[in-house]
């Protein structure tokens, strides 16, 4: 596997946390696992960017959180999408498109304009 | 749009690697390269891309060296070095895969 | 990093570490040119200059910001921030000399003076001897119980006992001393060695480093082996490889040289034993029953499981069977196990104890010192601290720079005082007295000075740091406003306590010097009880085959040619010279004529030697009553003796000895019944420290002996007649050899040497103690006077005289050195009495030392006070009060 640049995740984790709880909600290690069989093992969240990325967005109301009960009967927090959390989904799913448009125009570009 | 910075600053090192593949440049036609390749969707600040040039320089991904420009301007001219060529391969590669990546998992929430 | 890569990163790395002023310079270009572009293309669309210009710096975001940032992120940002701070720390100290000066002094001559005696310490009482598992090496010892039951060397047929029947030990060897006459090239000379027994080298563990040591074989009548010391073949061989296998004679009998020690075996048990060689030691039929006290040095090593209290119970059994089974020699005589490097330093360990404490106490003062220096020199910029932070000068910075600083000051010391610690390492090893052991493997210990820098080093940042750390922590207000704040006054407190602690220390450090320096004073002037000027002494062991006749004739002939020598006042030779190295003095015990026989174990004794006509002339020493010997006093003739002043007021306190008989038995002639002819003066016979004792002396001619030491004054430099006595001695018999060749003087000054070194040593330490201390005083008067300026233009002003300004500095500064030397006082009480044996006929609270010392500090405060007294009464009163 080549190695990876965890610096190009940086900016995307919202708008994966966001994409993730979309579907319903879930708890943290949920968000990271879901991630990663979706992505067939190529994003993955560090707890270290993931913890804090959720506490961040719960307190700017784009989350909220309870307490709840895991598949295995362990007291979790889970997370789910405000209504102000999906329209910012809406907006930074626009903007990903139009930003990795704009790096692959670059990256693509096989002479000087 | 939101915080294209931030987005950007983790491809920052990639976009400045391609560009240079091109031809060397001064760090100021780096930067009025990215604007107009990205027609402002990337919204790279002049102040984030020095620092981001010299940290590349010490890492031996491109070499810099002082030359006139057409106006017989002196300027510091980037180039990248060979192993930086190969550098940017990979990583150009990783960014596929990554946005691919991406791409698929917000999709396939949206459907 | 592949090679490629490496190689790009380096060149870019190197040339912004290498000339970092040349890569701002070019930073600040390439910004500029990128500012010139950006305008060009705003104004190109129109824009004013000034708009354009306006628009561009804030499209980059501020130059200087993006500098810092790309600075910040260039590779080596933090060594290139760490060499403008360590610029700037230097900068500092040129400007404020004084303080620079003050700390890196202190720093310099602690830690070098500390490395340097702990390098000692190290070597000598630290290291091991360089044998394998010297743990494990012993060496056994008899005990005498005529002697105080000391530890002395063993008889011959107990050691082959010892051998024999102790199981605590893997092997137990003996050591004989021994000399040899070397007469093959150049000058006769008299070598000094052992004879070891079988298995030595072994049980060391050592090897030869040419050639090998002795094969089991060797060890018989005739092998004719010989190993050699290093020092030996250094000196008589020039170090040449193929000395081995070549054949030396000595006392006329060839040895074949088979081995070559190398430089660090010494064993140091003899004061000059085992200097020269090593020889298999064979067994006579008379040493298997020579018992009791001896002459043998004996070593063991102990079994891996046996430990050092095991093995001692072990020889006590034995030795309580050998008293039973030979109680005529052996009855109350012990066995002691002493571990092998014990014994070594034993004669050194209290000196070098001794001078450790003593340069903790330096280091400790040296300590105090730089914390006060530290500590004024943070109040004094206490207000250019509060500025920067007030304009915005981040805290973290300010206490980076003042680490940084720190740092500085610190390494500049620890430089310093390695320098130091090298140059008097050498000095205090070539001072040093000679028979210390392992002296020659003395050398700067790179993990101590490593110890004391970084504890020094320490010092200095925790200093600096903990009162930067207080000011930045501050309101900056406060700080602006003025000095007077709460966190001041701590500090001048503790400071005050800092050199109160300093004065006490530096008090300790100097009574204790003070007391050594007059024990060492009331040594030197104390009546020897001879005349050392212009006296040189040269020993001699003249065995020859020729008869007791012979021996006599050849002393009488050389002494008359010796006395025939231009320059020579006085001539004899005497068989126990006072401060010989080999002490051969007989005791002996006396019957007196005039009284009833004493009951055995109650007779009087004397320390019997044989002299010459012309020994007490040449000597110096007065004759009391009667006459000393002379030509008429020979074989022939009936037995003479010459008593001393103590064995006369021993036994004839209120009467003439001379006329009175006395019996005792002596040497090749057995029992004598002798007239005391003459009394003459005491002496101290091993030198200064020593006290008299009573003697007896008995004529060479009737009581001939080989081994004499020649006395010859002079009427000038007595070395200079040495050569030309050789030649008279050499004329008598060319192949004689000379032990020591030295003048009275030298003698003397050898039995010293120990007692010079410590007490120098401990003076050097006490002077520089009371430099630092000079030093902590004035900077605490000097800060403290400079804080108090206002309110002393305010004295001024109101019309006190400048002089009533400067005596009340100057007793304050008294006040603060009067509260330190009475703890000191204190401290000494408890601290002198380690002293003990070092002090010479003065108690360890001697009144006028204390005394002095006690106002030699007050007076330096006072005047180390004086100079910024003065400064602070010469205040425009006005300008002073203008101040803040």
Request: hydrophobic residues 45%; charged residues 20%.
């Amino acid at each position: 596997m080549v190695q990876r640049n965890p610096e190009m995740l940086r900016g995307t984790v919202e708008l994966l946390i966001l994409t993730t709880l979309r579907g319903g909600p879930r708890h943290g290690f949920g968000i990271a696992r879901w991630l990663e069989q979706t992505s067939d093992d190529e994003l993955q969240l560090e707890e270290g960017s993931l913890y804090p990325a959720l506490h961040r967005m719960e307190r700017r109301g784009w989350l909220e959180s309870e307490w709840g009960i895991s598949d295995n009967n362990r007291k979790v927090k889970l997370y789910r999408l405000t209504s102000r959390g999906r329209a910012r989904l809406q907006s930074e799913t626009e903007g990903w498109a139009a930003f990795a448009a704009a790096i692959g125009k670059v990256l693509r570009a096989a002479e000087a304009v | 749009m939101s915080k294209p910075s931030n987005l950007v600053q983790g491809t920052l090192d990639l976009l400045i690697l391609k560009i240079l593949d091109l031809e060397p440049r001064s760090g100021w036609a780096i930067g009025q390269r990215l604007k107009q390749v990205s027609n402002d969707a990337l919204q790279v600040s002049d102040g984030s891309l020095y620092p981001a040039l010299h940290k590349l320089e010490q890492q031996g991904w491109i070499s810099a060296e002082w030359r006139n420009t057409e106006n017989n301007r002196r300027a510091k001219i980037y180039s990248l070095t060979p192993p930086g060529r190969r550098y940017l391969r990979q990583e150009a590669a990783n960014w596929e895969r990554l946005s691919q990546a991406i791409t698929h998992v917000v999709r396939l929430t949206e459907v | 990093m592949s090679w490629e890569r490496w190689l790009y990163a380096w060149r870019a790395r190197l040339r912004v570490l290498l000339d970092g002023d040349r890569a701002d310079r070019e930073l600040d270009d390439e910004l500029q040119h990128h500012l010139a572009r950006e305008i060009e293309v705003r104004r190109a669309n129109g824009l004013p200059a000034a708009e354009a210009r306006r628009q561009a710096l804030a499209a980059l975001g501020g130059l200087t910001s993006t500098r810092d940032h790309v600075r910040a992120s260039r590779f080596g940002a933090s060594v290139e921030a760490a060499l403008r701070d360590v610029r700037h720390g230097l900068w500092l100290l040129r400007r404020h000399p004084g303080f620079a000066a003050a700390t890196v002094l202190t720093l310099t001559l602690s830690v070098g003076a500390t490395t340097a005696i702990f390098s000692v310490v190290d070597a000598v009482l630290l290291q091991p001897p360089s044998f394998s598992d010297p743990e494990r090496l012993v060496t056994l010892w008899q005990t005498d119980p005529d002697d105080g039951n000391r530890p002395v060397p063993v008889g011959p047929a107990d050691f082959l006992d010892w051998r024999d029947r102790v199981r605590s030990f893997e092997r137990v060897t003996a050591i004989e001393p021994w000399s040899l006459d070397f007469t093959g090239a150049g000058e006769p000379e008299i070598l000094t060695g052992s004879l070891v027994s079988e298995g030595f080298f072994e049980m060391l563990g050592v090897n030869a480093v040419h050639g090998r040591t002795f094969l089991p074989e060797e060890y018989l009548p005739g092998s004719g082996v010989i190993v050699l010391t290093n020092g030996l073949w250094q000196r008589r061989f020039g170090g040449e490889v193929d000395i081995i296998g070549r054949s030396l004679v000595l006392e006329g009998e060839p040895y074949t040289v088979i081995g070559v020690l190398g430089p660090d075996f010494e064993l140091g048990l003899e004061r000059r034993g085992e200097r020269d060689f090593f020889l298999p030691k064979t067994f006579s039929e008379y040493e298997t029953s020579s018992r009791g006290p001896g002459w043998w040095h004996v070593i063991g090593r102990l079994r891996s499981e046996v430990t050092r209290t095991e093995a001692q119970a072990e020889m006590d059994a034995v030795a309580a069977r050998l008293a039973q089974e030979h109680p005529r020699t052996n009855a109350d005589v012990g066995a002691r196990v002493i571990p092998l490097q014990a014994r070594q330093v034993e004669a050194v360990r209290p000196t070098l104890l001794l001078l450790q404490g003593a340069v903790l106490f330096v280091l400790l003062i040296a300590c105090v010192n730089v914390a006060n220096l530290m500590l004024a020199r943070c109040t004094r910029r206490a207000p250019e601290f509060a500025v920067r932070m007030a304009v915005g000068g981040g805290r973290g910075r300010l206490l980076r720079q003042l680490l940084t600083e720190s740092a500085v000051i610190a390494a500049l010391g620890g430089a310093g005082g390695f320098a130091f610690a090298a140059a008097s390492l050498e000095a205090i090893t070539a001072f040093m007295p000679a028979d210390v052991p392992r002296l020659g493997q003395v050398a700067m210990n790179p993990r101590l000075l490593g110890f004391t820098a970084g504890l020094v080093g320490v010092t200095t940042l925790a200093c600096g740091m903990a009162p930067a750390l207080h000011v930045v922590r501050q309101n900056v207000h406060d700080l602006l406003r003025g000095q007077r704040t709460g966190a001041n006054a701590v500090q001048q407190r503790l400071r005050r306590v800092l050199v109160t602690t300093e004065v006490a220390l530096a008090l300790v450090l100097l009574v204790g010097a003070g007391l050594l320096l007059q024990s060492f004073v009331r040594l030197v002037n104390v009546d020897l009880g001879f005349a050392p000027a212009n006296t040189v002494t040269l020993q001699v062991f003249h065995y020859r085959d020729d008869g007791l006749a012979a021996t006599a004739n050849f002393f009488r002939e050389t002494l008359d040619g010796i006395r025939a020598l231009p320059g020579v006042t006085a001539a004899g030779a005497v068989s126990a010279f006072p401060l010989g190295l080999a002490d051969v003095t007989r005791q002996r015990l006396l019957q007196l004529d005039d009284r009833p026989p004493f009951p055995p174990g109650e007779e009087p004794s004397a320390a019997v030697s044989t002299a010459t006509p012309g020994y007490l002339d040449a000597m110096g020493i007065p004759l009391r009553a009667g006459r000393w010997f002379d030509a008429r006093d020979d074989a022939e003739q009936p037995a003479v003796v010459v008593i001393n002043e103590a064995l006369a007021r021993q036994h004839w306190p209120d009467t003439d000895p001379v006329g009175r008989r006395v019996s005792l038995s002596v040497v090749f002639r057995g029992d004598i019944d002798a007239e005391i002819i003459g009394v003459v003066g005491e002496i101290r016979p091993g030198g200064y420290d020593t006290p008299p004792r009573a003697e007896l002396f008995v004529p060479h001619a009737q009581v001939p002996d080989g081994s004499m030491t020649y006395v010859v004054r002079t009427a000038g430099d007595p070395g200079a007649s040495v050569a030309a006595i050789q030649d008279v001695v050499w004329d008598a018999d060319p192949l004689q050899t000379f032990y020591s060749v030295a003048t009275v003087e030298q003698l003397l000054s050898d039995t010293l040497a120990a007692r010079r070194f410590t007490t120098t040593l401990l003076t050097l330490f006490g002077v520089a103690a009371l430099v630092l201390a000079t030093l902590g005083i004035y900077g605490v008067i000097a800060v403290a006077t400079a804080q108090r300026t206002r309110e002393i233009g305010l004295r001024l002003a109101m019309g006190a005289e400048p002089r009533h300004v400067v005596g009340m500095i100057v007793r304050g500064a008294i006040g603060l050195a009067g509260t330190g030397v009475s703890i000191g006082l204190l401290a000494s009480l408890l601290v002198s009495r380690s002293l003990g044996s070092l002090l010479v006929d003065i108690a360890p609270f001697d009144a006028a030392t204390l005394a002095a010392v006690s106002a030699l500090l007050l007076l330096v405060a006072a005047g180390a006070a004086y100079l910024p007294a003065r400064r602070a009464a010469r205040v425009d009163p006005l300008a002073a009060l203008r101040m803040d």
